[in-house]
């Protein structure tokens, strides 16, 4: 009885092992209460039960060790772990908490071994990832400083992995098939002579810097697409058109890049769909910071970045259906976010999205018109034009100023009609639980039109609608 006793006290959990597994729980619960409130499409749901799921994985884990094997614990933590962490790396803060916790539950359960079973099972786990870390390191790709990334791009198999290490590279990048491309703080300028492909024909001779495609026919619009395309870890800057585009991609990721300085767009996502942009800064571009626009399944995730001082739109979903803007820090624009519908033919208009828990400050520089295409604007927080179906709850918006020559009025929040673009006018549209102050002329501004729309239980002082704030 003793000894059985004194084997559950040496599988004790420690303290900060039991408190760090109880926060993921309460996290992957949070997010299971939120999740239906804010978002209310069905695969939404399904993510709140996920959620759930993994909460109960954990809690079960946690009963699970000292009373049954620990080795079962550690399975049941590990897949609730995953699966949370999983649903929640856009916060990137959760995998890494979600792994942490797998280590710890490990330990805690090779303290209680002998050691003959715990080399036995760190030798199965360590032969379980090494073929997987050996793999990936042969089968990339590497380029050095003074070797063609367009080079190695050209004799990549389709779904390659290339790696470009630390330095700078000049030339612009021309991308036509599935490719994982990967840089060590690599930095991509211009060259004296341009790479030729199709959007430097498309963009009337100004280079892009990185350009992801499919096949165009001959009056620009798309012929076919290309699949699964990754962008990470790259300094795109100084190029007279756009830092990245992403033109007829499926499945389109750009993470952790910088797109500075740049004539037009830093990143700009078009006739693309399910198109994931996570941490990315985007500043001093000619036009907006991040663009994704034309297309009807867009199932844009553009989640951590930051777009400041660009002169044009920090982040904007034009003529595109279905995005998540969450995390995002806006300021130093001509607006933070826009959600807008242009009437284009064959467009099926703009929304479908949730913007949520953005910071957006001070968004006052003015934009001129351009003809026949966007009025004036300058001094607007987060505007929706023509939008339709799209949530605007939980965001920080700060002294966004209408400024003199805009078309527009500024100010916070805006719910404008679409006709200004030939578009209808905004409905379906929820704005709740947002911060405001210090906007001009309006914490929040309506100009009357649409239907369904909602605004209520918001923090703000200046507002043209009634139970607004």
């Not at 009056?219 to 800057?237: Q, Y």
């Not at 990315?280 to 951590?304: E, M, P, Q």
């Not at 519908?341 to 520089?365: C, D, E, H, S």
Request: proline letters at 3%; aromatic letters at 6%; hydrophobic letters at 50%.
């Amino acid at each position: 009885m003793s000894s059985l006793a004194s084997a559950r006290s040496s599988r004790a959990m420690p303290i900060y092992t039991t408190a760090l597994a109880w926060l993921f729980a309460a996290a992957c619960v949070a997010m299971a209460i939120y999740v239906p409130l804010f978002d209310k499409a069905s695969w939404e749901l399904m993510g709140s039960i996920f959620y759930l799921v993994a909460a109960a994985l954990v809690v079960a884990g946690l009963f699970a060790f000292g009373r049954t094997s620990p080795w079962l614990a550690v399975a049941l933590v590990s897949l609730g772990a995953l699966a949370g962490g999983l649903f929640l790396v856009w916060t990137l803060v959760a995998p890494i908490l979600a792994l942490v916790l797998i280590v710890l539950f490990a330990r805690g359960a090779l303290r209680g071994s002998s050691v003959m079973r715990s080399t036995v099972i760190l030798a199965l786990l360590l032969g379980l990832l090494a073929p997987v870390g050996s793999v990936s390191a042969a089968s990339a790709i590497h380029v050095y400083p003074g070797q063609s990334i367009q080079a190695a791009i050209n004799r990549a198999p389709a779904g390659a992995v290339i790696v470009v290490e630390r330095g700078t590279y000049r030339g612009n990048l021309d991308i036509t098939r599935s490719v994982r491309l990967i840089g060590h703080h690599a930095v991509i300028v211009p060259a004296a002579k341009p790479t030729p492909g199709a959007c430097l024909a498309l963009m009337g001779g100004e280079v892009v810097g990185i350009c992801v495609h499919g096949a165009f026919n001959a009056d620009g619009t798309m012929k076919s697409s290309i699949s699964n395309v990754s962008i990470e870890g790259f300094i795109v800057r100084d190029f007279g058109s756009a830092g990245i585009i992403a033109a007829g991609v499926n499945g389109f990721r750009a993470v952790r890049n910088v797109t500075a300085h740049n004539g037009l767009w830093g990143i700009y996502a078009a006739d693309s769909s399910d198109v994931l942009l996570l941490y990315n800064t985007s500043y001093d571009n000619g036009s907006d910071g991040i663009h994704v626009g034309n297309a009807s399944s867009a199932n844009a995730v553009i989640v951590g970045n930051a777009s400041y001082g660009n002169l044009g739109t920090g982040i904007i979903l034009l003529d595109a259906l279905g995005g998540r803007i969450t995390l995002n820090s806006l300021r130093g624009n001509c607006a933070g976010i826009v959600v807008a519908a242009t009437g284009t033919p064959g467009q099926n208009g703009g929304g479908n999205a949730k913007v949520q828990l953005n910071q957006v400050t001070a968004n006052n520089r003015l934009c001129a018109a351009v003809p026949d295409e966007a009025p004036a604007y300058g001094g607007a927080g987060i505007v929706l034009i023509g939008a339709q179906n799209t949530v605007v709850a939980l965001n920080d918006i700060r002294d966004n100023v209408s400024q003199a020559g805009s078309d527009i009025s500024g100010g916070g929040i805006l719910i404008l009609d679409g006709a200004m673009f030939g578009a209808g006018a905004p409905t379906g549209n929820s704005i709740r639980l947002n911060w405001l102050s210090g906007n001009t002329p309006n914490d929040i501004f309506g100009d009357g039109t649409g239907t369904t729309n909602t605004v209520s239980g918001n923090s703000c002082t200046t507002t043209n609608l009634t139970g607004a704030c």
